[in-house]
């Protein structure tokens, strides 16, 4: 399926929009349970961050090196 480029750009799309809502999840997850000081808040901020980025890294990953590398060998 990576081959096809439509169904890549797709599925990099879809790891866009998971870890966006991973991120928002991550967030949430803390203001449930009661954490909500401005100190903390700005630090799970920037901690959901990284998360929000590695997660569809991973998933970039994965369509690259079936996509672009393995079409070449």
Known sequence: GFK???ITFLYMTASILIGM???HGFESSFKTLGI???KVKKIL???SI???FCV???FFM???W???LKGLV
Do not use: D, R
Request: hydrophobic residues 55%; positive net charge.
């Open 45 to 47: 901020n920037k901690v």
């Open 62 to 64: 994965i369509a690259l």
């Open 36 to 38: 909500n000081n401005l």
């Open 4 to 6: 096809n480029p439509i």
């Open 21 to 23: 809502h991973l991120k």
């Open 56 to 58: 569809p890294f991973g």
């Open 66 to 68: 079936f996509g672009i």
């Open 50 to 52: 990284i998360f929000w």
